[in-house]
């Protein structure tokens, strides 16, 4: 595998939550620390009409993120001891916790918000895609936990042969930040999102 | 979803755990288990001594039961994987709640020892005895109780926080001791499950597959109604309902979400969600029939052949002339004499009046639709008029008995599991017998039941009602019903095992705590859990339960997972402290009246299983021999597809409906004479026709003081009350009364505010969630979160339980709790 990514099939994913209590057990991770996140997405307006009834535009969507193993890490570009680095094998992005000094300038650094520091660890930790479990040809626990069968990993360029999709949907970051490696498939109301004002909902929970 | 190749690298450094990964099978070692005789499956890169797999099921009430695969390091649980075998489409793999389990059985907070209560009820203060007291307190109580008021005033309360094959005894210890008081119904389908079958006959139950399609054929429909359905919230599974209706989805029906907010199943759609009153979908209905009729767009043939009570035509003899028949209704010639147009409806709805027409248009336009309700619906205090309602919109239009049609009932569910649970009673002549007790009352009746005491008066179910009214058509049946009697002197001992229907998950929990708090009423209650709950805190005696993963447990597909299958397995480590399996208490207490053998059967827990499973195998010859389901731990298979009276529409004089009629009644004369007969509360009604009543704090009940109608959901952070200990997923599901901006703006209410919210029952204080995926006029937040207040002081709940919220009224027909999603209500910045 040259390069390790994600694809997450927008349309039906329900934001259940799953694939980040499924990773928080198998790395049995503190309670503020997720590797994987779901963010609620949401917006639309109402309008009353006739009879006193209402109409509305709502709609909402989630998005399922965990580390999208950039080509250009944002995190490995701001690392001040090279701990946060890209494995040359498959291109996952890796912490070496002999060298992490825990700064957190990953964290500051990745549009994403996908490195943590984990205080009593001492160090930074991050989705490493379940390299182990890749190893024994096994799936990421996130993968394999989704109930809505809408997550898979692998080789990129195999998965953009495999799925249409596109890097980003409203509201991540522009893709050409960071060239995430990720393959989603939007739903009808993400594609909706570009042309309307959608906001995060519980930024208390991711 | 396959995965594709990679290159592999060799396992350089693998830790135990991983290399265990690939360990197919699970075995137990507890010294004297059946399981020890069976062959060891360990791989050869596992070490036995450190690391093994044990495979067991999730035990709660959400309707499926997903595979857990325990990974199990020097004894104890140390993460947790799911179904991983074969075909990854039919795999039953855990939801967000079933992945932090572990956490549940090693949590700091389960309860350790056998307590006694030192403090007043429902106050939560206990100390430590041992599990002799505990026994020995429990048989003199049950000996004192029988004694003084006989076996008809112990009552075993609605529970489901745990199913196993040998989970529920509690019945079979009361019938060793002279039996108990049964309930009828559930808290889940009460309003439901017993007014369907005065429409559809006898046998009609959310709980089989004949009334109901299965959820593929959604998929073979043009268009699906889902009426208040949100599986993604409460059928969570990867073998469950939420999954089976994405594929049926995939294959490209319209569909169209009815609901008061946005339901996680609308998650990612544009134009799917049809905003409707809370309470108000009956007149929808009537709208949409009005439409469908003016237009001429009603399937006349279909409605006079296989119905009674449409129009005229079919009324029966004792209502003709009277126009009481469902046209009358719609067109306004009979009843209210309101006609229901469009117009009429989007006042009541908020729906409006032209998006009323164009979803009759849909319906007309379709070839096959498939219209389908779940359970929040009938949860109202209208709830048994409402459920029937949203059949009509199959009946009228004829979509029923073919492909990609459904009654309007729940998606279907399996027809029962392959193996069976520990009797309540024997069949063996010697074996035990029977509960001798005649007396029975709802589930939801309970608290009533206390509080009159002696004064209670006879309850009887509605299938009763209907057997004592169809008389002749099942004798049997009809004698049955007419020898049920009254329990003599209420309650005065009362069971709960493994749930939280005491107060949390009952009706008005502060009425809860003023009637048990007199001892003189009910004056023994044994709770047996893992947690304090609020429910645990009414017990005078508290007896701390093993968890399913500390036993060896035997579990089948949920009862709403469409497939056929069996889990045996575990444990996977030993119960904490002085945690101990219910059945050896039982066994115990049983041992205090010189019946443990009785009880028992001369079985211990683990040969049970044994007998249980191989009973199932000798009936389905395709379940694997009990050897091997030890080693693989799981057999699943597919069930054939079912398509709603499919036999009865091919023909219905081979196949009638179990009705009085023979038909299906859209007017029922047995529902006409219960009317006329029972004595209801103000504002409720039984009505013979589905029609649109407002019910009890329902539709135009909202007050200066209370102006906002309310409604609770089953929400993605917990099982009913299960789960709710759990940090973790009330931190990354935070507990929020959603609120419609046209309602916040007003009060200053902020996304994130502190609110409290009050009902003419008690206050709640909450997080407030501003949000667009609510209906303006309602209000609601998610059932099920730990009632927590000073009940000696201000009562003020900060817990977030909507029961502190609801008032206690059981409904007109089923006695069942309809108004659990019936609430006028306040808020305010708190």
Known sequence: MAQFGFYYDNTRCTGCKTCVMACKDYYDSSIPVAYRKVFDVEGGTWKEEENGAYSTDAFMYHISLACNHCDDPACVKMCPTTAMHKDAADGIVKVDVNKCIGCGYCVMACPYDAPKVDRERGHAVKCEACWERLEAGELPVCVSSCPLRALDAGDIDELKQKYQGTQQIHPMPDASITEPNIVIKPSAAAELAYANTATVTNPKEV | ?830
């Open chain 2, 1 to 830: 979803m396959e995965f594709p190749s990679m290159s592999r690298r060799s396992f350089v450094k693998t830790t135990g755990a991983l290399s265990a990964l690939a360990v197919a099978g699970a075995t137990a070692t507890a010294a004297g288990s059946l399981i020890e005789a069976t062959p060891a499956l360990a791989d050869e890169a596992t070490s036995p001594e450190t690391d093994r797999f044990v495979w067991s099921q999730c035990n709660v009430n959400c309707g499926g039961r997903c595979i857990f695969k325990w990974h199990v390091r020097d004894g104890k649980i140390d993460y947790m994987l799911t179904d991983d075998i074969g075909n990854a489409d039919f795999q039953a793999r855990a939801c967000l709640r079933g992945r932090t389990m572990r956490q549940w059985v090693n949590h700091p907070d389960r309860l350790q020892y056998p307590m006694k209560r030192t403090g007043p009820r429902g106050t939560g203060k206990y100390e430590r005895i041992s599990w002799d007291e505990a026994v020995q307190t429990i048989a003199d109580k049950l000996k004192y109780t029988i004694e003084k008021y006989g076996n008809d005033s112990i009552y075993i309360n609605y529970a489901t926080g745990m199913y196993s094959a040998t989970g529920r005894t509690t019945e079979r210890l009361m019938n060793c001791l002279g039996g108990y008081l049964p309930m009828y119904g559930d808290y889940s389908t009460g309003m439901h499950q017993y007014v369907m079958p005065f429409m559809y006959g006898v046998g009609t139950s959310p709980y089989e597959n004949i009334s109901a399609s299965s959820v593929d054929q959604a998929g073979k429909a043009d268009l699906v109604i889902m009426f208040g359905n949100s599986p993604a919230e409460t059928r969570m599974g990867g073998a469950n309902v939420v999954w089976d209706y994405a594929r049926a989805f995939e294959e490209g029906p319209e569909v169209i979400q009815i609901d008061y907010r946005m339901n996680e199943d609308c998650s990612g759609t544009v134009d799917e969600w049809l905003p409707i009153r809370t309470g108000t979908d009956a007149a929808l209905v009537a709208g949409v029939a009005h439409e469908l009729i003016k237009n001429d767009w009603v399937d006349l043939d279909f409605l006079h052949r296989y119905c009674q009570g449409y129009d005229e035509e079919t009324m029966p003899a004792s209502a003709k002339g009277q126009n009481k028949s469902y046209y009358d209704y719609i067109m306004g010639a009979g009843y209210d004499h309101i006609e229901k147009t469009p117009e009429w409806a989007a006042e009541i709805t908020l729906v409006p009046a032209a998006k009323i027409r164009e979803l009759a248009k849909k319906i007309h336009e379709a070839t096959n639709t498939f219209v389908v309700q779940g359970w929040g619906l009938q949860r109202h205090s209208n709830g048994e008029s409402a459920t029937r309602a949203v059949c009509m919109l199959a009946l009228l239009t004829g979509n029923l008995g073919r492909e990609g049609t459904n009654s309007g009932m729940r998606e279907a569910e399996p027809p029962g599991a392959p193996v069976g649970s520990i009797p309540s009673s024997d069949k063996d002549p010697n074996g035990v017998p029977m509960n001798m007790v005649k007396a029975k009352i709802s589930c939801y009746s309970w608290l009533k039941c206390v509080a009159e005491g002696s004064n209670f008066q006879k309850e009887l179910d509605a299938a009763d009602e209907l057997a004592l009214f169809m008389g002749a058509q099942d004798p049997e049946a009809a004698a049955a019903a007419a020898a049920i009697e009254a329990p003599k002197n209420g309650i005065k001992f009362l069971w709960n095992y493994a749930g939280n229907c005491i107060s949390n998950q009952h009706g008005d929990v502060n009425l809860v705590y003023e009637t048990l708090s007199d001892e003189g009423k009910c004056e023994f209650i044994v709770v047996v859990d893992t947690f304090m709950t609020d429910s645990a805190k009414y017990a005078d005696i508290l007896l701390p339960d093993a968890m399913r993963a500390e036993q060896l447990n035997m579990s089948t597909n949920g009862y709403s997972e469409y497939y056929w299958g069996v889990t045996v397995g575990g444990p996977a480590q030993e119960p904490p402290f002085e945690c101990r399996p219910i059945y050896d208490v039982f066994a115990d207490i049983a041992d205090k009246f010189g019946k443990k053998d009785l009880f028992t059967a001369g079985k211990t827990q683990d040969e049970w299983i044994k007998q249980l499973y191989e009973a199932g195998a000798a009936v389905d010859p395709l379940l694997p021999s009990w050897d091997q389901i030890l080693a693989q731990g799981v057999y699943k298979r597919e069930l054939p597809t079912a398509i709603a009276f499919q036999k009865n529409i091919a023909d219905p004089v081979a196949n009638p409906w179990k009705t009085p009629s023979g038909k299906i009644e859209i007017y029922s004369e047995a529902l006409d004479h219960l009317a006329a007969t029972r004595t209801l509360s103000e504002g409720q009604v039984i009505a013979p026709i589905p029609l649109f009543d407002p019910g009890v704090e329902g539709f135009g009940a909202v007050t200066e003081e209370f102006p906002l109608y309310m409604s609770g959901w089953h929400d993605k952070a917990r099982t009913h009350s299960s789960f709710g200990a759990l940090e973790v997923l009330r931190e990354y599901n935070r507990h929020r009364l959603w609120i419609n901006p046209v309602d916040a703006n007003p009060r200053g209410i902020k996304d994130g505010d502190k609110v409290r919210v009050t009902s003419p029952a008690g206050t709640v204080v909450i997080e407030a969630h501003v949000t667009s995926k609510i209906v303006p006029s309602v209000i609601a937040m998610p059932q099920g979160f730990w009632h927590e207040a000073n009940m000696q002081g201000d009562k003020v709940d900060t817990g977030g339980c909507i029961n502190t919220l609801t008032t206690y009224v059981p409904s007109p027909l089923a006695h069942g709790n309809g108004p659990s999603n019936s609430i006028i209500a306040q808020v305010k910045k708190a």
